[in-house]
């Protein structure tokens, strides 16, 4: 997740966003993963926040864990701006929200279900925000999703600045027109690719044999992907037979627990972390060298999210494609330009 501390010069959406956001312009900014879209923004926002005014900036996240990591950014930037915030999410205590809440937080995090109930119970002072900011917003409009945030919408004062960002984004366009009247769209293009892309095939039966041989490769730490939350805990079960450092995180992880087992990873103790789309979602982990898609995702949209766990800020990264049928070949080459490798004495090595 992007920081100040982090960077030496700002990225092409961060100086695309700053002058629209500035302006107090509504704002749709499409940019793929890794270039910043959090500080791009959190810097021109955060500066019209008004100290010790209370509730204005509202900012909503699709799910708990980027919505504790976008609050941990917005902490380190806000506390020297002398301004305060609150993260809102589901699965935590309300009771303490609410209490933390009434010491008057000029900003708040929340994911949308909680945050809704917080409105209806005037908690959440929706005629004092007078910004409000959907990340992802192309998760935020699925119906599990948008059902909460149209109600949050709606109870916004009409003079509220609206601001949208996601790396997928480009078809909501006229749908986030109707709330945000005169909406700015800055489309980022892709930047140069910094991730080698590249498809191992295997039989489906061996791909957990693979993933093994894969795990052994030195310097290993691998995100890895499946479709189905049913399959993570059986690969769990194998690759920890094989004493391999591997652990699931579903989404209906305890927030304590899943924090720990992603700083385990992060450190390095645990060698591959396997998750489905919705557990990974907004998962940032620095200098992650490899993506690994056990199964091949059922969209492009899907393969992109996935992608850009890796590679972040123009960092070198790779994703591994493990191919079990012709089927599954098709899709990842429709997805991206594909390399044909084989594992070989604990590297990658191209067929071509």
Same mark, same amino acid.
């Given at each position: 997740?992007?920081?100040?501390?982090?960077?030496?010069?700002?990225?092409?959406?961060?100086?695309?966003?700053?002058?629209?956001?500035?302006?107090?312009?509504?704002?749709?900014?499409? %940019?793929?993963?890794?270039?910043?879209? +959090?500080?791009?923004?959190?810097?021109?926002?955060?500066?019209?926040?008004?100290?010790?005014?209370?509730?204005?900036?509202?900012?909503?996240?699709?799910?708990?864990?980027?919505?504790?990591?976008?609050?941990?950014?917005?902490?380190?930037?806000?506390?020297?701006?002398?301004? &305060?915030?609150?993260?809102?999410?589901?699965?935590?205590?309300?009771?303490?929200?609410?209490?933390?809440?009434?010491?008057?937080?000029?900003?708040?995090?929340?994911?949308?279900?909680?945050?809704?109930?917080?409105?209806?119970?005037?908690?959440?002072?929706?005629?004092?925000?007078?910004?409000?900011?959907?990340?992802?917003?192309?998760?935020?409009?699925?119906?599990?999703?948008?059902?909460?945030?149209?109600?949050?919408?709606?109870?916004?004062?009409?003079?509220?600045?609206?601001?949208?960002?996601?790396?997928?984004?480009?078809?909501?366009?006229?749908?986030?027109?109707?709330?945000?009247?005169?909406?700015?769209?800055?489309?980022?293009?892709?930047?140069?690719?910094?991730?080698?892309?590249?498809?191992?095939?295997?039989?489906?039966?061996?791909?957990?044999?693979?993933?093994?041989?894969?795990?052994?490769?030195?310097?290993?730490?691998?995100?890895?992907?499946?479709?189905?939350?049913?399959?993570?805990?059986?690969?769990?079960?194998?690759?920890?037979?094989?004493?391999?450092?591997?652990?699931?995180?579903? %989404?209906?992880?305890?927030?304590?627990?899943?924090? &720990?087992?992603?700083?385990?990873?992060? %450190?390095?103790?645990?060698?591959?972390?396997?998750? &489905?789309?919705?557990?990974?979602?907004?998962?940032?982990?620095?200098?992650?060298?490899?993506?690994?898609?056990?199964?091949?995702?059922?969209?492009?949209? %899907?393969? +992109?999210?996935?992608?850009?766990?890796?590679?972040?800020?123009?960092?070198?990264?790779?994703?591994?494609?493990?191919?079990?049928?012709?089927?599954?070949?098709?899709?990842?080459?429709?997805?991206?330009?594909?390399?044909?490798?084989?594992?070989?004495?604990?590297?990658?090595?191209?067929?071509?």
């Amino acid at each position: 997740m992007d920081s100040l501390a982090n960077i030496s010069e700002f990225t092409e959406v961060q100086h695309a966003s700053f002058d629209a956001i500035s302006s107090g312009k509504n704002t749709l900014a499409t %940019s793929p993963t890794g270039t910043g879209k +959090t500080l791009a923004y959190l810097l021109p926002s955060l500066l019209a926040v008004n100290k010790k005014q209370g509730q204005q900036l509202l900012i909503l996240a699709p799910n708990s864990e980027l919505a504790g990591q976008i609050f941990e950014v917005v902490k380190s930037l806000a506390t020297p701006l002398g301004l &305060t915030a609150n993260l809102v999410i589901s699965g935590a205590s309300i009771k303490r929200q609410i209490e933390r809440i009434k010491k008057g937080p000029e900003i708040i995090v929340a994911t949308p279900g909680r945050a809704l109930e917080l409105v209806k119970d005037k908690k959440i002072k929706m005629t004092a925000i007078n910004t409000i900011i959907l990340d992802e917003v192309d998760n935020l409009l699925e119906t599990s999703q948008w059902q909460f945030v149209k109600q949050i919408i709606k109870r916004t004062p009409k003079a509220y600045q609206f601001i949208a960002s996601s790396a997928t984004a480009h078809q909501v366009f006229e749908r986030m027109s109707e709330f945000a009247p005169d909406l700015v769209e800055i489309n980022v293009a892709k930047t140069e690719p910094t991730v080698d892309h590249f498809m191992v095939k295997v039989e489906n039966r061996k791909k957990i044999d693979l993933l093994k041989h894969i795990a052994h490769i030195k310097g290993m730490r691998g995100l890895v992907f499946f479709n189905r939350l049913e399959d993570l805990g059986n690969a769990e079960e194998k690759l920890t037979f094989q004493n391999i450092a591997a652990v699931s995180i579903a %989404s209906d992880v305890n927030g304590r627990f899943r924090k &720990t087992i992603i700083e385990k990873f992060k %450190s390095g103790q645990i060698t591959l972390l396997l998750a &489905t789309d919705i557990a990974a979602r907004g998962l940032d982990i620095d200098d992650l060298d490899y993506v690994i898609n056990f199964d091949i995702p059922v969209t492009n949209e %899907s393969y +992109t999210h996935r992608a850009g766990r890796t590679g972040r800020m123009g960092k070198i990264g790779h994703v591994v494609n493990i191919v079990g049928n012709s089927f599954d070949e098709k899709n990842v080459k429709h997805y991206q330009k594909q390399t044909e490798k084989i594992l070989k004495a604990g590297e990658f090595i191209s067929l071509k």
